[in-house]
């Protein structure tokens, strides 16, 4: 068995400044229904389709329990943005991420996590600061249709390890 490299960068975000929506409950297919019944349709109705789009998940299924799992699906927002009453502001913070471009499905993006947090993270010199981890996701983004498959960035927060 070959394993292949992850190809993690580093990098520098600037603050972003995004309009949420909260889904509670187990990450993985539930949140990929989320996306589908709640937040697409909130993104027609606003007029926010074309803009880069956001998962953040603020729990480690590890652990808390799955139906505790808190995830905000979030769109960049202009500063003139009117709030929906449904949904509330949500700065992603600016800092050190590490990034890993991501392709599967909601069946598959558990073990890249675990792959980046547990695999790479312990030997990078880094740890996890208190930020919340999230998935980007461009503007084009789409989802295959027959397979579940879709494209984002996986980012975790870093702060220099303290040993």
Not at 1 to 10: A, D, R, S, W
Not at 85 to 92: H, K, N, R, Y
Not at 104 to 126: E, F, H, K, V
Request: hydrophobic share 40%; charged share 20%; net charge negative.
């Amino acid at each position: 068995l070959q394993e292949t490299p992850m190809k993690v960068q580093v990098i520098t975000r600037a603050p972003t400044r995004t309009a949420a929506l909260r889904s509670v409950g187990p990450y993985g297919p539930g949140v990929a229904a989320f996306w589908q019944q709640h937040f697409y349709p909130f993104l027609v109705r606003h007029d926010l389709l074309g803009r880069p789009t956001y998962g953040i998940s603020h729990d480690d299924p590890t652990r808390a329990a799955p139906e505790a799992c808190r995830y905000d699906t979030c769109v960049e927002v202009d500063a003139d943005f009117v709030l929906p009453a449904e949904a509330t502001f949500v700065t992603i913070a600016g800092g050190k991420y590490a990034m890993l471009p991501f392709e599967g499905t909601s069946a598959t993006i558990n073990a890249a996590w675990r792959g980046l947090l547990d695999g790479w993270l312990p030997d990078s010199g880094y740890q996890l600061d208190g930020r919340p981890c999230f998935e980007r996701y461009s503007p084009d983004a789409t989802v295959d249709a027959d397979s579940g498959t879709f494209i984002c960035d996986i980012l975790i927060p870093l702060a220099p390890l303290q040993r």
